[in-house]
C-alpha cells in the first residue's frame, strides 16, 4: 500500500518560489504517471503538473513555464519547484497518482502566496 506524504508549502510573496516534495512510503514503481494536485478555497482540485516513469512531463496552462515537474524513483519522491508565483497559486497541494485514487490522497501541503 504506497502512502503519499507531502511537504514544503509556506507563506511566500508574489513573485517568490517553494520547492514541495511528496515522499512515497511503499513502491511507486508501478505506477507509470505521477501528478501535483491543487485545490484553492472554494474551488475544485485541479491537476496542475504530471510526470511520467520516464521523464515526460505536461502542466496546466496557468502553471506552465513556472512550475517545473520532477521525481526520483530511487528515492520515491515526487518534487515541484514552482517559481514567479502568483497570488492565484494559493491553495492546498497534494500528490497523486495520474489519474488519482482516493486511497492515496494526503494531507497536503498549504502553499500561500501574499501580494
Known amino acids: 500500500q504506497v502512502q503519499l506524504v507531502e511537504s514544503g508549502g509556506g507563506v511566500v510573496q508574489a513573485g517568490g518560489s517553494l520547492r514541495l516534495s511528496c515522499a512515497a512510503s511503499g513502491s511507486i514503481f508501478g505506477i507509470n504517471a505521477m501528478g501535483w494536485y491543487r485545490q484553492a478555497p472554494g474551488k475544485q482540485r485541479e491537476l496542475v503538473a504530471t510526470?511520467?516513469?520516464?521523464?515526460?512531463?505536461n502542466y496546466a496552462e496557468s502553471v506552465k513555464g513556472r512550475f517545473t515537474i520532477s521525481r526520483d524513483n530511487a528515492k520515491t519522491t515526487v518534487y515541484l519547484q514552482m517559481n514567479d508565483l502568483k497570488v492565484e497559486d494559493t491553495a492546498v497541494y497534494y500528490c497523486?497518482?495520474?489519474?488519482?485514487?482516493?486511497?492515496?490522497w494526503g494531507q497536503g501541503t498549504q502553499v500561500t502566496v501574499s501580494s
Open positions: 510526470i511520467t516513469s520516464g521523464g515526460s512531463t
Open positions: 497523486n497518482r495520474v489519474p488519482y485514487l482516493r486511497s492515496f
